[in-house]
C-alpha cells in the first residue's frame, strides 16, 4: 500500500452563498458560514451591503457596462450622470419590487443641508448619518447630509388617485422611490451627493469641494 499525502484545498465562499448556508437547518453549513464571515455580516439583508455606486453596479451584474457608459459619456450634464446612476442603485436597493401607481406605501430618501460644519456634525452623529459632501453655492460652502428619516406616500405613486380619481406626480417617490423606510433611510445615508445633483444639478450653480 503506497502512503498518500493529504492536500488542504481552498474554495471561496461568497457572502450570498454563506448566507444561505448560515440559514439552513444543516448544522456544519452554518458553521462552515461563520469560519468564513461573522453572525453580523451574515445577518444583514442584501442591501444594507450596499454602499456605493459599484456596489450597486456589481449586485445588478452590470458594473462594467454602466462604468463603460459613464466613461464614455463625460460630456452628459452632471444632473443626468447622476440620475443614471440613482436608477441602478434604486434597483439594486430595491430587489424585484414594483412600485403601483395607486397602491401601497413608497418611501423616498430625506436629504439635510446645513450652512454650519458643527450642525452638520451633530445632526450626523444624532442621527447615525453621515457628512457626505460639502458643496459651494453662491460663495457660501453647504454641507451635505444623510437623514434617519423618509418621506412617504400610502396610496401609491401618484396620492390618493385611487379615492379620488385624481393624484399628484409625486416625483420623489418616482425618482427616489424605496419599498421600506429603512431602505430609504439607507440610501439617503449614502448616496446623499448624488440625491442632491439629480435633484438640483440642472438648476443650482453648484460646484463640489
Avoid at 19 to 48: G, H, P, R
Avoid at 77 to 103: C, H, T, V
Avoid at 137 to 142: F, P, T
Wanted: hydrophobic content about 35%; some cysteine.
Amino acid at each position: 500500500m503506497i502512503p498518500t499525502k493529504m492536500k488542504d484545498k481552498c474554495i471561496r465562499i461568497t457572502l450570498e452563498q454563506a448566507k444561505k448556508w448560515y440559514k439552513s437547518d444543516t448544522k456544519e453549513l452554518k458553521e462552515l458560514a461563520l469560519s468564513v464571515y461573522t453572525e453580523e455580516q451574515l445577518k444583514q439583508e442584501e442591501w444594507e451591503t450596499i454602499t456605493s455606486f459599484k456596489d450597486a453596479a456589481r449586485a445588478l451584474g452590470v458594473y462594467y457596462y454602466a462604468q463603460s457608459f459613464l466613461d464614455a459619456n463625460t460630456h452628459l450634464p452632471a444632473q443626468l450622470r447622476a440620475i443614471y446612476k440613482l436608477n441602478i442603485i434604486k434597483q439594486a436597493l430595491n430587489g424585484d419590487w414594483e412600485p403601483s401607481m395607486d397602491k401601497g406605501t413608497i418611501y423616498w430618501p430625506v436629504v439635510k443641508v446645513f450652512k454650519a460644519l458643527s450642525q452638520a456634525k451633530e445632526w450626523a452623529k444624532e442621527n447615525d448619518s453621515n457628512i457626505d459632501t460639502c458643496v459651494e453655492y453662491d460663495g457660501v460652502i453647504h454641507y451635505i447630509a444623510g437623514s434617519c428619516s423618509a418621506s412617504e406616500t400610502h396610496n401609491g405613486m401618484s396620492a390618493n388617485i385611487s379615492r379620488k380619481d385624481k393624484g399628484t406626480v409625486l416625483y420623489g417617490a418616482g425618482m427616489f422611490g424605496c419599498k421600506s423606510k429603512e431602505i430609504a433611510a439607507h440610501m439617503s445615508k449614502y448616496f446623499a451627493a448624488i440625491i442632491f445633483t439629480a435633484t438640483y444639478g440642472g438648476s443650482l450653480e453648484h460646484r463640489f469641494v
